[in-house]
């Protein structure tokens, strides 16, 4: 049996190191992996009278990680694909990158301090309802999404001419359905 070289020698040393260290990262990316797996966004289904204010409510949990930015995206029934409509940067500047029908009824009034991303529409119209996605960007693990269903209940008045009397035209019934 032959006496190993001083090269081989090296070798077999960074060999071990290598492989001590792709261990270590393993171990690193699993703890990661692990404390990234709870964090998540947590927002809620709303329901809101035409005409009425309603706030969306959204929040990242779980996370100790630095905030890049929250974005705000709609879509609806008939316009499926989600459409950017504002974006809320670290220190809390917004910035309105389409109206969707919102324009100047939408606020920010959450606290990225906080990883709070909540909004406020105003005078809730028919159109706006929809689907409303939160989406916290962080890093380094990514972005974090949650839907917001918004319905708007509208009234309509339905009058039936059972509902007047023969003489008395002063007087009627109304009727209010949901559209």
Known sequence: MSAISAEELLFIKAMRRASMLLKLSCVLLLIIQRDT??????????????????????????????????????ST???????????????????????????????FIGNPSENLGSIRITAVRLLDEGTFKCIFSVFPSGTYTTEIPLTVLGCTAVLSSSDFHSSDYSQFNLVFTNV
């Open 37 to 74: 797996e709870s964090t998540r966004v947590i927002g809620e289904c709303r329901t809101v009278v035409q005409g009425e204010d309603v706030d969306l409510s959204c929040r990242l949990i779980e996370t100790t990680e630095d905030l890049e930015q929250i974005t705000w995206q709609k």
């Open 77 to 107: 029934a008939e316009e499926t694909q989600n459409h950017n409509f504002m974006l809320i940067n670290p220190n809390g500047v917004t910035t309105f990158l389409a109206s969707n029908g919102l324009s100047g009824r939408v606020q």
